[in-house]
Structures are given as structure tokens and as C-alpha cells.
């Protein structure tokens, strides 16, 4: 819409007009010739210019964007102290991360085949991306007190000065370096591994550049207060990148944390990733934030565990709650509203308190993360009861996954409910699952024999894989029997995928996921006589393709790590592209495996007692998506 003229009056309407034109992003002395050819009149009103609402609002100048935290340098030991590095020989994994997002992704239509995204994916190029940080070397100098075993890749060195050409890096991608030295048997004091790597590369023309803080190597008295734990996670990628984001420095990691939220709740539930996730957690999971990320850095660190008065406890309740801001309503008086800082449970909760104890300087100095104005050495607990180096066990939160399965039993089951059995039970820390897909899959083997009185016996062996390329937890086979032999058979006729969540108060919930129900929800329901016909499982229930995935997250999972996850597997796609026109005869196409893993590695699931495996090679990626388009079009033979 036009301005109005009443807008551009006065003395200085030729220079408002000027400052427009520059808005617009012409040079003050082209704005200068625009005036004077004519395109302001003599009362300095715009002549035939047709300007949007906003054209005399002061836009920001533009500036290039910021690089600041373009690129990040984690660095994480084998062992903190001599007595933990294994022949002497402690090995640095040095990870060089480009924090930039992309800018350009794939073009994959909403209706796209599988076929046609993984085709898509093929032809992407990510380091086309404007974001990719180009050239980038990677430079370190070796302490005095150590000498250099080898290196993957190999560097260009002039010792004690080691170099690194780590080439270009996608947006959210990564290299990693990893350095073998030689250390001391025993040292006495603190020592200084290298000097900082720092890490250098350009980013669209302008030069990017980070530093690790430097690998330290601490007397063994300190071992109990450097070791990995499940709650405080230092070899986490996301830990480790928010610690090099803030250079490794220990007083700017205790200020990261303070600044996060603080909720009421008991024992450890979320974790370093959780709490760094959920940017809030209550006092234990914020301790074990701030611990990962000092510990990763070699600085000893504790849990220290204490009672708070009832004013302080109240002030963190509080700070769970905004203060109003403005008038959205009125109450009419005697009205009962919440008194969050008087309420017996959260003030229990939060009497409970825990914070960390660093040795910083020669010292251990109290740090609490909980309170926003706290300060490097200041305490909040009235009492001290006791330091931790660990979380105790009976604190944390737990998942328990039940394999629960049922067979119908011809010579038993008319007399009651039908057998019931459990062939995988395991229990995990809640803290192990954030962010990290669970699946259960079922390694099938098939025997039979035919005749007057034939037999088909499938055997199933369920398997959980945590995460992405995660270890595999096996459990026992079971299996089911068909025949036309009289009271020779044995059907499986359900199976259920079990979860039971325990709190720390002990509380549990359960949740139950049918896998196979052979019988039917109506006929549970109703009751009545179980007929399991002859065809019933002459083909097996489940099979190896067959996955079933949940994610169970006590925290919040964020959008940017779902991305980075996409990002990895485009990044790998290439990989796949010579099994795109590779035909799989019909007797293999049962052990193809879905793609499911963003990041490289082959791990061949096999019947073997040494637990199961899966592979999760790229290559059969096309492979598997064309046979899902010809599963779901109804062409597959």
C-alpha cells in the first residue's frame, strides 16, 4: 500500500526519503542521485514511488552472519590417570565439528517411494552446502612428558608439533582424529598432555577456528573422581560438543548449567544428555550434567549431597514459576489457589538436594548449579551428608523390557489360560534411553518334514538393539510347533512387547505393545473356546524384517537432534549406490535388513552364543527400499 503523503512532510523529508532509499540497500550516494533526478519533489514528497507499509521503519544493517561457534573442538582420553592407561599407552579421540546447519537439503516430494528418497539422497551432494567449512587442519604440540605412538590418520609432524589436513566438513558433520601417546607410569602432580589442539578451516570465505583444552594426566589418587558413569556421560557427542562449545573452561560450564531451569523431582532421571536436552532438570541431573562435562575436560569432579532449608527449597520451587506479568483475570475472593512453595511434596523433593564438588586450583570449590545466583564456592545445604563419585544405584529411574509370549496347548490349555512364558527380561537406567531408539527383532529358523503326518517348527530368537548400531541383548529362543499329529502341536498364538517404568520412589507403570495376537482382541474380550486351525503358523509369526521400534525418552528430544541424525545418513547414501540395480535372488531376500543406522559400520546379527548382532550395512539400503515400494503396491512375487 502507498505511504501517505502527510507521513513524508516536513523540513526533513528529503533526508527521510535518502534514508529509505538506503534501507532498501542503495549507497548513500546512489540515494543521493535519486533525489536529485527528480524522484522527490520540491516539497521533498515521493514523486510516482509506491512504497510498502514498512519502508520508513529502520532496518537492522545487514551484517555477515556470525561466526562464532561455527566449528568446535571435543577431545576425550582413555584414562585420566597412569594407572588406568592400559601399557602405558593413552589414546586422545580429538572430533572436529561443523556447528553450522545446512542450507540446502534434499528435494524429496511428500508422496516419494521409498525407492525415489533413497534415489534422491544419492544424487545430494552435502558439501555443496554454503555451510561446509573448507580446508580444515587440525594442529597440536605434545607435552614433554609423553612421546607419540601413532595417529589415525597419520599427521605431518615436526615433533613435538603434529598437523592434521582433515579436508572439508558438511554442515552438523564431524572428523575425528585419534592420537596414541606414551605417558608416565606415575606422575605426582597434574600434567599438561599437549598443548590445546585448535582446530582452523574457512567458512564462505572467512576464516573459522577452535580449541580444545589441553588433555591433562592426573595423579591416580584422583582416579575415583574421573571415571565414567552412566548418569555423568563425558563420551556422549552431545556432552562432549556443548564442553568444547564453552572451550573446555571449568568456571564457564558451571555458568552453562546455572543457567538452565531447575524441576522438582526425585533420583536420577535424565542424565548429562537429558538434562542438556530438557535445558532444565532438579539438582542430581544437573550435577551430573556439570560432572560429565568437567570430567571430560580431566578435571576431578564429585556429587556432594546435603538437606536444604525450607527458605531455599522454597526458592527453587518458585523459580519453577514465573511471575505474572500482567492482568489475564480476576478472582473472586475465598478462592483457593495453589501454594506451590508450601506444598509438602515438592518441598521433600526438594530438601533433597545435590551439587557438585570440582578441584579447581589446587582445592576442591563447591559448585551449585541449581541456584541462578550461585557463585564458585558458595553453599546452599544446611547440612552435608555425604560426597558420591557416582550416583547410587537405588536413585535411579528404571525401564524394564519383557519378550511376554503365549502358546496354545491342546492337552493343557482347555483347563485354563494358556501357557505364558518370558524369554527376554532386561532392565535398563532410564538414563540410557534418551534419545536413543529401542527395537526388537527376532532372529527365525525353520524346520520341517513332510508326509502322512507332517511338522513345521519355527524357532524365534528375540533380540533388543538400543540406539544406533547399539549393542544387541539376546534373549532365549522359543519356539512353536505345527502338525496335523494328533495333540502334536503347539501354535504360538500372541506375543507382547512388556514395559515397566520404576520410579524412585519404586512407583511402576506398565505399558504393553501387542507384537503377534493370533486369537483377536474381540475373542479375549468375549471368552470362549480357543480354536487354533491347522494353518495357523505353517508360516512364521514374525519375521527377521520385522522390527518393532519405541522411544522411550524421559526427557525432551530436540528437533536439531533428529536432524543431525537425517544429515549423517545423507551424508552416507553414496555409500549404498552400486546396490541400487543389484537383483536379490527370492531365497535371500528374507535376511535383507531395513536401514536403520546413520553412521557406518557392519554389524551381521548371527544365532551365536556371543549375543546378537545385526547388519546394518548402507549397501542393502536400495536394496530393501524397492522391495518395500513392490511390498506396498501388491507387485512383490
Not at 550434567?289 to 571430560?296: K, N, P, S, T, Y
Not at 578435571?299 to 525450607?310: E, K
Request: aromatic content about 8%.
Amino acid at each position: 500500500m502507498p505511504i501517505p503523503r502527510a507521513a513524508l512532510t516536513g523540513a526533513n523529508s528529503a533526508s527521510v526519503m535518502q534514508q529509505v532509499l538506503q534501507n532498501a540497500g542503495l549507497p548513500v550516494k546512489v540515494a543521493e542521485k535519486v533525489t536529485n533526478i527528480g524522484l522527490v519533489g520540491p516539497d521533498g514528497q515521493p514523486n510516482g514511488i509506491l512504497m510498502d507499509v514498512g519502508a520508513l521503519q529502520q532496518i537492522e544493517s545487514r551484517k555477515p552472519v556470525s561466526l562464532a561457534n561455527s566449528i568446535s573442538v571435543s577431545r576425550v582420553q582413555s584414562a585420566y590417570v597412569p594407572s588406568r592407561a592400559l601399557s602405558n599407552t593413552l589414546v586422545i579421540t580429538f572430533t572436529v565439528t561443523n556447528n553450522r546447519p545446512p542450507l540446502i537439503m534434499p528435494n524429496i516430494p511428500v508422496s516419494a517411494t521409498v525407492t525415489e528418497t533413497v534415489s534422491a539422497t544419492l544424487t545430494f551432494d552435502p558439501y555443496k552446502d554454503p555451510n561446509t567449512v573448507r580446508n580444515v587442519l587440525l594442529t597440536d604440540v605434545l607435552g614433554d612428558q609423553v612421546s607419540f605412538l601413532w595417529s589415525s590418520p597419520m599427521p605431518g609432524h615436526s615433533m613435538p608439533e603434529l598437523a592434521w589436513n582433515l579436508g572439508d566438513i558438511p554442515p552438523l558433520g564431524s572428523i575425528t582424529v585419534t592420537l596414541a601417546l606414551r605417558v608416565p607410569v606415575s606422575v605426582d602432580d597434574f600434567i599438561d598432555l599437549d598443548g590445546g589442539a585448535t582446530a582452523w578451516g574457512t567458512l564462505q570465505g572467512r576464516a573459522v577456528s577452535a580449541v580444545a583444552a589441553r588433555a591433562t594426566l592426573s595423579p591416580d589418587i584422583f582416579g575415583e573422581w574421573l571415571v565414567w558413569t552412566v548418569d555423568a556421560d563425558y563420551r556422549d557427542e552431545y556432552v562432549q560438543q556443548k564442553a568444547a562449545e564453552l572451550g573446555g573452561d571449568p568456571v564457564q560450564m558451571f555458568f552453562y548449567v546455572r543457567g538452565l531451569g531447575y524441576e522438582s523431582y526425585k533420583g536420577s532421571l535424565r542424565g548429562a544428555r537429558g538434562t542438556l536436552w530438557s535445558q532444565a532438570g532438579n539438582s542430581l541431573d544437573q550435577a551430573s550434567l556439570l560432572i560429565a562435562m568437567l570430567r571430560g575436560a580431566g578435571v576431578p569432579a564429585r556429587y556432594a549431597h546435603g538437606t536444604l532449608g525450607d527458605e531455599r527449597a522454597r526458592e527453587l520451587i518458585l523459580s519453577m514459576f514465573p511471575a505474572p506479568t500482567r492482568t489475564v483475570g480476576h478472582l473472586p475472593a475465598g478462592t483457593e489457589v495453589a501454594d506451590p512453595g508450601s506444598d509438602p511434596q515438592l518441598l521433600a523433593e526438594t530438601r533433597d538436594h545435590w551439587w557438585v564438588q570440582a578441584y579447581l586450583e589446587g582445592q576442591w570449590v563447591d559448585l551449585d548449579p541449581s541456584f541462578a545466583s550461585a557463585r564458585p564456592g558458595q553453599v546452599f545445604a544446611d547440612t552435608i551428608l555425604e560426597t558420591l563419585a557416582e550416583v547410587p544405584d537405588n536413585l535411579r529411574h528404571k525401564v524394564t523390557v519383557q519378550v511376554q509370549v503365549e502358546r496354545y496347548e491342546q492337552l493343557t490349555s482347555i483347563y485354563g489360560d494358556l501357557p505364558i512364558s518370558y524369554p527376554l527380561v532386561h532392565t535398563f537406567n532410564s538414563v540410557e534411553l534418551v534419545g536413543k531408539p529401542l527395537s526388537l527383532g527376532h532372529l527365525v529358523r525353520t524346520t520341517g518334514a513332510a508326509g502322512l503326518f507332517y511338522t513345521v517348527q519355527h524357532t524365534y530368537t528375540p533380540y533388543l538393539l538400543l540406539g544406533e548400531g547399539g549393542a544387541g541383548i539376546q534373549g532365549r529362543p522359543f519356539q512353536e510347533l505345527v502338525s496335523n499329529f494328533p495333540f502334536g502341536a503347539y501354535p504360538l498364538t500372541g506375543e507382547w512387547l512388556i514395559l515397566e517404568v520404576r520410579d524412585a520412589d519404586g512407583n511402576v507403570s506398565a505399558y504393553r505393545r501387542t507384537i503377534v495376537d493370533r486369537i483377536g482382541f474381540e475373542r479375549r474380550q468375549r471368552g470362549g473356546m480357543v480354536n487354533v486351525g491347522a494353518e495357523v503358523g505353517r508360516t512364521p509369526a514374525v519375521s527377521e524384517l520385522d522390527d518393532y521400534t519405541i522411544l522411550v525418552s524421559p526427557s525432551f528430544v530436540p528437533a536439531s537432534a533428529v536432524g543431525e541424525s537425517l544429515n549423517a545418513l545423507i551424508a552416507l547414501a553414496p555409500r549404498a549406490v552400486h546396490g541400487v540395480s543389484q537383483e536379490v535372488p527370492k531365497e535371500e531376500r528374507a535376511i535383507l535388513i531395513p536401514v536403520g543406522c546413520s553412521r557406518p559400520g557392519s554389524r551381521r546379527l548371527k544365532p551365536d552364543s556371543g549375543g546378537a548382532r545385526r547388519d546394518r550395512d548402507l549397501t542393502t539400503g536400495p536394496i530393501f527400499a524397492k522391495m518395500m515400494d513392490q511390498e506396498q503396491s501388491g507387485s512383490r512375487p
